[in-house]
Structure formats: structure tokens, C-alpha cells
């Protein structure tokens, strides 16, 4: 079982910065992919990106966010953090975070993800 708990949501104008964290407990962390999904009000839960299990993680992304945010993961704080730069309002959405074992071909798929945090809501003014 793992628990995840996101922070760092809030309100802020087209072109600035967040930080979202997502602190998770109750198995090995390394040893498990992150993963970040975004839902936005009448829209389907779409992939924003990963972060494999692993000292060096590899990170994949979706094309609306790649070069705009990042991915980290601290396995030592079992905290995985999603920089988003350049923000724009149709980044607005609820974002959250997942666990789970998926492979290359299911990363990018919320069912490969076994646990989910409550979500943080990120809204972007223009």
C-alpha cells in the first residue's frame, strides 16, 4: 500500500512558476514509478509526465508540457516534484499524483498507475 499526499496548488498568472510535491509512504519508494496526471473540468485525466523507479529516473512527458516542466524525484524524502514553468491557463486543471509499476508501453496510461493522491487544484490567470 502507498499513500501519496500532493502540495504546492494555488493560483497564478499566465508565465509564472510552481512547485508541486507529492509525498509518499508505506512502500520502498525507489522502487516504484511516479507518475503526474492532470484533469481538467469536462475533460478526460490526461498524462503530464513520469518519472521511472531508480536512483537516475528517466522522465517521459507529454508534449503539451515538455520543456515547460520538469520531474524530479528525492528518494531519500520519498518526494517526487513536478516544476512547472511558463505557465499557461490551459494548464489549469486538478493535478495528481500516482504509483504504480508501469512498463514502457503503459506509462503514459493512468490504469498502469495503482495508487492516487486526493489531487491539488492549479489554476493559471491570463
Known amino acids: 500500500q502507498v499513500q501519496l499526499v500532493e502540495s504546492g496548488g494555488g493560483l497564478v498568472q499566465a508565465g509564472g512558476s510552481l512547485r508541486l510535491s507529492c509525498a509518499a509512504s508505506g512502500r520502498t519508494f525507489s522502487s516504484i514509478t511516479m507518475g503526474w496526471f492532470r484533469q481538467a473540468p469536462g475533460k478526460e485525466r490526461e498524462f503530464v509526465g513520469a518519472?521511472?523507479?531508480?536512483?537516475?529516473?528517466?522522465?517521459y512527458y507529454a508534449d503539451s508540457v515538455k520543456g515547460r516542466f520538469a520531474i524530479s524525484r528525492d528518494n531519500a524524502k520519498n518526494t517526487v516534484y513536478l516544476q512547472m514553468n511558463s505557465l499557461k491557463p490551459e494548464d489549469t486543471a486538478v493535478y495528481y499524483c500516482?504509483?504504480?509499476?508501469?512498463?514502457?508501453?503503459?506509462?503514459?496510461?493512468?490504469?498502469?498507475?495503482?495508487?492516487w493522491g486526493q489531487g491539488t487544484q492549479v489554476t493559471v490567470s491570463s
Open positions: 518519472i521511472s523507479a531508480g536512483r537516475g529516473g528517466i522522465t
Open positions: 500516482a504509483a504504480g509499476t508501469p512498463n514502457l508501453g503503459t506509462i503514459r496510461l493512468s490504469l498502469a498507475y495503482e495508487y
